[in-house]
């Protein structure tokens, strides 16, 4: 690791503020990408801005339906939530699957989306929950947040706050998991409610997540694993490493989307 | 046996401090003034060097020195050496490539060795290294062998016209060739022997210091055998004589054969030290480990087996291409040579065998041996083709194997080896009971209503052992003999220490070897230390390497409890006034046969230092050392058997059940073997289903050189196994033992991959059996 200048914020304004006094300075969460980024000597914030003491992005609230997860929370917060698990279990079994105990316990939701590695679970998540993303500056669609690979909406200075949706009326995530890193190699979660069904992918497109609305489109009108039968994701618009082809990848999106779909049908 | 004796369950002593993180190791230890190196390390594959500029380095802050290696060659010392040499067919030596410890005027495979930095702090000397400049011109790269081995390759060694190696070979060609064209039947197979990064727990690490006042060097390192260390670095590194260098290995953090071989960096951190006149410590970051650490296997072969009309097999014929890499590391010639092919007659009966073996220069780390060393790619290559020919003979596996099975002992093979003793059906028979391997069609019809493929397969090992003995590896190319040496210090209160030139990193050598002393005197374990890891303190020692400990090292400590013992007696019998061959050592009594005319143990060793009253002419003390060299290797085998279902809709494999017999001749600690067997499986399955070291084919970097992309076996990738031993024992050392540290990894993988071919009927499957490789596999057939 290069030398670095340390700073821990107590408030969202005192961070934005440090970020803007700093040259060259970065938010650290949970810090599981960035800190073994810098210290493989990859990455060289000359600051680090430390969210991890502010309390108002901590902490799961439910009520009702309505769900807001601080941008602060770890995994392991959001997997051991027994309010969440009563009106969205899908996204407590996402949480409880990213890593391992000790990303759990120190990778945050916020730095996750924000961070948006198109092999990250939690953005197919907020896509096919249509979340709301919080942010210093505004509220973002989950929609209009995920660009690309790496890539979202957040200006330089804006730090991700929460994450907020209705819960649905059944969800559920299936992942196949990447035999060394255990990252997505395609993770599919699948939301369905009175407004439809919204079906996001991750770990699979060259373009990061996605939302595969063919299959929205078939399972509106029968959620069923079987209504998956014939349709595909395109191959040429996957992701290819030596762990998996694009065709390989292709076929583990229909087959992950069929058990996603078949634990809740 | 008593309690802490031989055959006794004893729990590991050296555990209490590994696993309350107390364990001392190369890290660990720091000495007044320490200061710390960084590697200036090569980013190509492949690369002239034209210039090395040092300046702006020097200026950074806490540097100490800044140091390449024209000067190291200016110092005197010297290239670093392959210590077996192999002639070609041809007659011709084997091509040994110049390989300097910090690279002058070439770099050869990325993370070669440019230049070391010595700073204040770890950081600084980082920091540091990244401003020494080193002008390269790129050359074009060659990773495979196969590749390397075509003309117009790009040229690695001058010395090496076409990046061969040797081309070497043994058994009768003529002979193989009549009985395959004879033959009426004939199995082939093309099969890829995948190469492993070792990964050790604790990384390779060296604290050199030069001591100025005394002209004397120690060098605490990561090693499996600091004499050999010692030796090399001074007989041919020219580090410093003997007597002027101590090495001491101390805690090491596993080796798997990584750390056997003396590494350009040790030499470099004591050089160093005199250069820079203070204590210099290297400690890898596990990037380096993945660069820099010698690999295993990357062998392509080609193999047939013929049979006559009665499924008798009447020839094996093998044709191999191995990778050793940039240079020639300590042991890589004899790994694909004497430790390899000599083993091609597995537990069969083939009267006619042939292989053949070309080892090229790639532009890759250096490749050695790693657990199993040569016999996991005989047994992968073997025992996959005879399981192909059982199924392509429309016979069961298992009766194949039983109709070829070697039935009388010694046994001798075509291709040198002779076999101790063994008993393969009775491996074979328990491992098919323990697998209900009868049962098996009922499970895979279970498993297809759940719409999962079943499969089964099994392997019949076999390897060599405690790499012996001493005159024939000489002539065999060897340049060190391989016998082991003890000494047993009996002080005058009854305690005793055991020197041994066996080193443990991870092998539970404190338990086991303490284990024979209290087998013999009936002394607790705990009043018996093993001393081992120290040039100044253990006289001499060839190491930890190829399951050689049990069957060699054990064997040194016997011999010298013999003599112990005999003296014991001795005083013994003066002191109670009998006759020597009256006298028995029981429960840590020292009695005269059938009375009750006892001494303590302690109060015979006590007599030995008082000497108040010993018999005319004995010396004092109870202090004895010995040497052993076995006459033959030991050949432990066994069979496992391994069952497994595949997902077809992922090609993804889970191990439903893994059965391992093992025959280890005679045990001393059931539960250490047990250990080493439950490590080896692990090692094996890694192989077979998950690890694979990919560099990329243009650029020669090393694609999987972190955990993200090299896939370690975890917890959950792995069964649970059962394993249980059938005994015949050695005959050929005095405790009958055969070594158990490889087998685990070298029988395991032909076993799994036999399971998973058989479960998605496609035979063309190439380790490691990944997901996506298994699911293409299912779609090809």
Redesign the interface.
């Known amino acids: 690791m290069y030398e670095t200048h340390y700073h821990r914020a107590g408030s969202v304004d005192e961070a934005t503020k440090l970020m803007a006094d700093a040259e060259g300075g970065k938010y650290v969460a949970g810090g599981q990408t960035l800190i073994p980024t810098m210290k493989q000597r990859l990455a060289a914030p000359d600051s680090l801005i430390d969210l991890r003491h502010i309390a108002d992005l901590k902490g799961v609230t439910v009520n009702g339906k309505d769900v807001r997860i601080g941008a602060g929370t770890p995994h392991a917060e959001v997997a051991g939530s027994t309010q969440l698990q009563a009106v969205c279990p899908g996204i407590c079994y996402l949480a409880g699957h990213i890593g391992d105990p000790h990303v759990r316990h120190m990778g945050t939701i916020g730095g996750s989306i924000a961070n948006n590695d198109p092999a990250a679970d939690y953005p197919s998540a907020m896509l096919a929950l249509d979340a709301t993303i919080h942010t210093s500056k505004r509220e973002i669609s989950a929609g209009d947040f995920f660009i690309g690979m790496f890539e979202t909406a957040l200006e330089e200075d804006e730090i991700v706050t929460a994450v907020s949706f209705t819960a649905p009326d059944k969800c559920a995530y299936s992942k196949f998991p990447n035999p060394a890193s255990r990252y997505a190699m395609a993770g599919v979660f699948v939301a369905k409610s009175g407004d439809g069904v919204r079906v996001g992918v991750t770990g699979a497109g060259m373009d990061g997540v996605f939302r595969w609305e063919e299959a929205e489109a078939a399972l509106a009108s029968d959620f069923s694993a079987a209504a998956l039968d014939g349709l595909s994701v395109n191959a040429g618009d996957m992701l290819e490493d030596m762990h998996g082809s694009s065709e390989y990848r292709a076929n583990l999106v229909k087959v992950m989307a069929k058990r996603a779909v078949a634990a809740i049908s | 046996m008593g309690i802490e004796g031989i055959g006794a369950r004893v729990a590991r002593k050296e555990d209490k401090r590994f696993i309350t993180g107390k364990g001392r190791y190369t890290d660990d230890m720091s000495v007044p003034g320490m200061k710390h190196a960084a590697f200036v390390r090569s980013p190509h594959a492949h690369a002239v060097i034209k210039g090395i500029d040092t300046s702006e380095a020097k200026k950074m802050p806490g540097v100490i020195g800044v140091l390449a290696g024209a000067e190291m060659k200016t110092d005197g010392i010297g290239s670093l050496i392959c210590g077996w040499m192999i002639h070609s067919k041809d007659g011709s030596p084997m091509n040994m490539g110049d390989w300097r410890p910090l690279a002058e005027t070439k770099v050869r495979y990325v993370g070669d060795a440019v230049a070391i930095v010595v700073a204040d702090t770890k ?1 600084q000397a ?2 540091a290294a990244e401003a020494v400049k080193v002008d390269y011109e790129v050359l074009p790269a060659v990773t495979s062998a196969v590749d390397a081995l075509k003309p117009g390759a790009p040229q690695i060694h001058d010395n090496a016209p076409g990046n061969q190696i040797y081309d070497w070979e043994i058994g009768d060609l003529d002979a193989v060739d009549k009985a395959i064209a004879s033959a009426a039947h004939v199995t082939t197979l093309d099969i890829v022997n995948n190469r492993l990064v070792p990964n050790a727990m604790e990384p390779r690490a060296a604290l050199g210091v030069y001591d100025e006042a005394e002209d004397h060097y120690t060098c605490w390192t990561t090693s499996q055998n600091p004499h050999v260390a010692r030796l090399v670095m001074s007989a041919f590194y020219n580090v410093a004589p003997e007597n002027k260098l101590r090495v001491i290995a101390p805690d090491v953090g596993g080796g798997f054969g990584s750390k056997i071989y003396i590494y350009p960096e040790e030499i470099t951190c004591l050089w160093a030290s005199k250069k820079t006149g203070v204590p210099v410590k290297w400690v890898a970051d596990r ?1 380096e480990s993945f660069l820099t650490d010698a690999h295993g296997r990357d062998h392509v072969t080609t193999i047939k087996m013929a049979f006559d009309a009665d499924n008798k097999i009447t020839a094996l014929k093998a044709d191999t291409i191995a990778n050793l890499g940039a240079y020639m590391s300590l042991f890589s010639s004899v790994v694909p040579t004497y430790l390899h092919a000599i083993l091609y007659s597995g537990q069969y009966v083939i009267p006619a065998i042939h292989c053949n073996m070309r080892t090229a220069y790639t532009n890759t780390v250096p490749v050695d041996a790693y657990r199993g060393a040569g016999r996991p790619e005989t047994t992968y290559a073997l025992e996959r083709v005879v399981e192909t020919a059982a199924r392509e003979l429309g016979v069961s596996p298992a009766e194949l194997r039983r109709k070829n099975f070697i039935r009388e002992w010694p046994y001798q093979t075509p291709v040198i080896l002779q076999y101790d003793s063994g008993d393969y059906e009775a491996s074979l028979d328990a491992a098919m009971k323990a697998a209900d391997y009868d049962g098996f069609p009922e499970r895979k019809a279970e498993a297809e209503s759940r719409g999962k493929k079943r499969g089964i397969g099994m392997s019949c090992y076999i390897e060599a052992c405690g790499i012996a003995p001493s005159q024939a590896i000489g002539s065999l190319g060897a340049g060190v003999g391989l016998w082991e040496s003890a000494e047993i210090r009996v002080n005058a209160v009854g305690t005793v220490e055991i020197l041994t030139g066996s080193h443990s990193h991870g092998q539970g050598h404190e338990t086991t070897f303490a284990q024979l002393v209290s087998d013999r005197f009936g002394v607790p374990i705990d009043s018996v230390s093993v001393v081992h890891g120290d040039t100044d303190k253990v006289q001499m020692g060839m190491g930890t390497y190829g399951s050689r400990s049990g069957p060699v090292g054990m064997s040194a400590v016997v011999k010298a409890l013999d003599k112990v013992e005999k003296k014991a007696k001795m005083i013994a019998a003066h002191l109670l006034e009998a006759d020597e061959s009256d006298i028995v050592i029981e429960n840590g009594q020292v009695k005269v046969a059938g009375t009750d005319k006892a001494l303590g143990w302690h109060e015979v060793a006590l007599n030995a230092y008082t000497a108040h009253n010993l018999p005319a002419d004995m010396e004092p003390g109870l202090k004895e050392t010995a040497f052993f060299d076995p006459a033959n290797f030991s050949f432990p085998a066994g069979c496992h058997i391994c069952e497994v279902e595949v997902d077809p ?4 494999v889970e191990i439903v059940q893994f059965v391992a017999s093992d025959d280890f001749g005679n045990i001393i600690n059931p539960m250490i073997v047990e250990g080493q067997v439950h490590g080896g499986l692990a090692q094996g399955i890694g192989q077979a289903l ?1 690890e694979n070291a ?1 560099y990329d084919p243009e650029t020669g970097q090393l ?2 050189a972190s ?6 076996p975890r917890a959950d ?1 792995l069964p649970s196994y059962h394993v249980s031993n059938t005994v015949t024992p050695s005959p050929l050392n005095p405790l009958g033992i055969k070594g158990c540290g490889e087998a685990g990894a070298i029988g395991s993988p032909p076993a799994l991959i036999n399971a998973i071919t058989d479960a998605i009927g496609n035979n063309n499957l190439n380790m490691p059996a ?3 490789r298994v ?2 596999a299912i779609n090809a057939a």
């Open positions: 950081a980082r920091d990037t809709d992922t090609g993804k998950l990919s694609l999987t955990y993200m992309d090299y896939t370690m990738d990944t997901p996506q699911w293409a």
